[in-house]
């Protein structure tokens, strides 16, 4: 399966994102799929995760904040982070049943 992440850049801090990995293959046939990321000097974290069923969970530091959620239309994987603070800057990777994305950076400015 071929991904295809988009959606990152320059947000100022309290602005939302939406980030989308779109997929190669029909992806409401995977098990789990989920989006991480990657602070400078830290290590990748998982920020939200879904699976087939649709049961969702999220990292303490975006719950209330973030949604992920599964976009037929474009057969897309979506992540949507609002109350956006500099510490929600890294490189947010998608991961669609073991298959990674290519990373696309957010940074939140103050």
């Known amino acids: 399966v071929q991904l295809q992440a988009s959606g990152g850049g320059l947000v100022q801090a309290g602005g939302s994102l939406e980030l989308s990995c779109a997929a190669s293959e029909y992806i409401f046939g995977i098990n789990l799929m989920g989006w991480y990321r990657q602070a400078p000097g830290k290590q990748r974290e998982l920020v939200a995760a879904i699976m087939k069923a649709g049961m969702t969970n999220y990292a303490d530091s975006v719950k209330g904040r973030a949604t992920i959620s599964k976009d037929a239309a474009k057969n897309a994987l979506v992540l949507r982070v609002t109350g956006l603070t500099p510490e929600d800057t890294a490189v947010y990777y998608c991961?669609?049943?073991?298959?990674w994305g290519q990373g696309t950076l957010v940074t939140v400015s103050s």
């Open positions: 991961n669609l049943g073991g298959k």
